[in-house]
């Protein structure tokens, strides 16, 4: 796929993309011809205005007709919604907590459902997000759809100092950037990014940086490192002080991460729900993302002071909760829907859930069966 121009200049007439392109231009420029792709990918996801994540809300939907360039699990079925907040309800009895705290919200499907099936059992639900568009589709969903309990939601685009009650994040984790490493068969580079001719290209420099696990690489593989996820889940266990957390995210324990069979690693972009390996073209248009290291993510909350409750796939964690029951007198709609969620060829299998707690850890009902924290 053929790169972005790039341009230095910003005229009045530049188009997002081009403008997105001269401000990530500038940024290598400042940083001397050579900018870690962790910081490209910041730029190109959330620039201020400009970015993918930034200035737009079109990215959720079902079908690539809506304009959208991925499907979520609340968007696929309300009833993901609903056997989550089993969950949730259970962790805020454990802790005596009546706040949820949504990180990443997205279209606001998952906050509406959430909502619903929680009802008075919770004070307040917070959303953290950093873009102001999709801030303003969930406020707008959350009004028109669940005017009973609006009043309870409020926005957020940082953490307070302290948080006492249940947190969720759904495919937040994967929208974090990530750094890049690449072996020769000698050597470990960094992989950033240059402008070479007008274009954005890939630029390797030698590092100290390693994979937490040594898998025997051979020549040629990429892989990345999810500095900031883990930071973000460092940060979360600084602040919660009472409560529990769960994140939905496709994703692998570390040594299925870190294969020497996985060369090229899980970077991905989305676009039209379509997928892509070139995250330097049509920057700004299109998503990028990694997979998760649930290894990385359990260590960084256990180190930082929390307990990890569960490990499981998707598909286990909502059955546990009841999803199954949900299906019993549902239309075939319905059923081919949740099914989604399930099955192992879609989300059932690749995305998974880890939970925590801060403070005293609980039997939560998500992992009551096929827990596989002994694979992290």
Same mark, same amino acid.
């Given at each position: ?16 993309? /081009? ?18 792709? /962790? ?55 454990? &802790? ?31 959303? !953290? ?5 999709? *801030? ?5 969903? !959350? ?47 960094? *992989? ?14 030698? &590092? ?9 690489? !051979? ?22 002080? *009472? ?39 049509? !920057?700004?248009?299109?998503?990028? &993302? ?43 709609? &319905? ?10 060829? /879609? ?30």
């Amino acid at each position: 796929m053929e790169a972005s121009p790039v341009s230095v200049a910003s005229p009045p007439s530049q188009s997002p993309r /081009e403008a997105l392109s001269a401000r990530i231009a500038d940024a290598i420029g400042q940083a001397g011809g050579w900018l870690g792709f /962790e910081r490209y990918m910041e730029l190109a996801l959330y620039a201020p205005g400009l970015g993918y994540y930034a200035r737009g809300d079109r990215q959720f939907g079902l079908m690539p007709g809506s304009g959208s360039d991925f499907v979520t699990a609340p968007e696929l079925s309300p009833l993901f919604g609903r056997a989550l907040a089993r969950q949730l309800g259970q962790a805020l009895e454990a &802790t005596g907590t009546r706040e949820v705290w949504e990180f990443g919200a997205g279209s606001g499907a998952l906050a509406v459902q959430l909502l619903e099936a929680l009802g008075d059992r919770i004070d307040r639900y917070v959303i !953290v997000d950093l873009s102001g568009a999709l *801030r303003a589709r969930q406020q707008a969903v !959350v009004a028109e759809r669940v005017p009973r309990h609006a009043a309870k939601a409020m926005w957020l685009d940082r953490l307070p100092a302290h948080i006492d009650g249940v947190l969720v994040g759904n495919e937040v984790l994967d929208a974090m950037p990530v750094a890049l490493l690449h072996f020769d068969g000698v050597q470990w580079f960094e *992989r950033g990014v240059s402008v070479d001719g007008g274009r954005f290209v890939f630029a390797d420099r030698p &590092t100290a940086l390693r994979p937490p696990v040594d898998a025997g690489c !051979v020549p040629g593989t990429t892989t990345e490192l999810q500095r900031q996820g883990e930071a973000f889940i460092r940060t979360l266990a600084a602040t919660l002080r *009472r409560g529990a957390a769960f994140f939905i995210d496709y994703g692998f324990p570390e040594a299925e991460f870190h294969h020497p069979q996985r060369l090229g690693g899980t970077l991905m972009c989305h676009r039209a729900h379509r997928a892509d390996a070139d995250p330097l073209s049509d !920057v700004g248009e299109k998503d990028i &993302t990694a997979h998760v290291n649930f290894t990385g993510i359990a260590l960084a909350g256990q180190e930082a002071g929390l307990a990890v409750l569960g490990y499981a796939t998707q598909a286990r964690f909502l059955m546990n909760c009841g999803l199954l029951a949900d299906l019993q007198d549902a239309d075939l709609r &319905t059923i081919a829907a949740a099914q989604k969620l399930l099955t192992e060829h /879609e989300m059932g299998e690749l995305f998974k859930v880890i939970g925590f707690a801060a403070g005293e850890p609980f039997d939560a009902l998500g992992f009551a069966e096929g827990d596989r924290s002994h694979t992290l």
